[in-house]
């Protein structure tokens, strides 16, 4: 019987999402494997973990796509995005505190969406919607804390799944919106 690598990744992102320290007999469990199975497709945690980082990147410029960052005002783009990218947010937020990722610098994948996402804070800077003073590298970081933040919250019940994109984009937005000079 061929194993389905998806269905591999999707229960093991479920499970890492839930408990980060999920071991490897628990992640094939899971996905109703065995071990052996499981190793035969992932050598180890680092490449299932790479693999669930390739996921990630291609469920976020996913949710980029569908967005349409580019119509529409930044601010619009900004609420869209939060909306499309929910689906995704448990996993994101288990590879957002996946240190091993981050050693030696984001590979391209997370340049990509970092790009994308950038500029539509550059979008809204020129439009004199958004704060000069907070850089979009910083308005792209904050908003994918916010997105992990929000994401272990509905895991652990605090936030309502409903209350995702308002909670999200009235905190970011509310930081980063230009304010009239009294």
């Not at 389905?4 to 229960?11: A, K, Q, T």
Request: aromatic letters at 6%; a negative charge.
């Amino acid at each position: 019987m061929a194993v389905d690598r998806d269905h591999v990744l999707r229960s093991a992102a479920a499970l890492l999402t839930r408990k980060s320290t999920a071991t490897m007999d628990e992640v094939a469990k899971a996905a109703g494997i065995s071990r052996a199975t499981l190793h035969r497709h992932f050598a180890g945690r680092d490449a299932l973990v790479r693999a669930l980082e390739a996921l990630g990147i291609q469920e976020c410029e996913a949710a980029l796509d569908a967005a349409r960052l580019e119509e529409g005002s930044p601010t619009e783009a900004v609420r869209r995005l939060v909306r499309e990218i929910q689906p995704a947010a448990g996993l994101l937020a288990f590879l957002y505190g996946e240190n091993q990722l981050w050693e030696g610098g984001p590979d391209e994948g997370w340049l990509r969406l970092d790009t994308r996402i950038g500029a539509v804070f550059v979008r809204g800077q020129q439009a004199g919607e958004f704060r000069i003073d907070l850089s979009p590298a910083w308005l792209t970081e904050a908003l994918y804390g916010l997105i992990a933040s929000c994401a272990w919250a509905m895991q652990d019940g605090r936030v309502a799944r409903k209350d995702f994109t308002h909670l999200i984009v009235e905190l970011l937005l509310g930081g980063a919106l230009r304010r009239e000079e009294p």
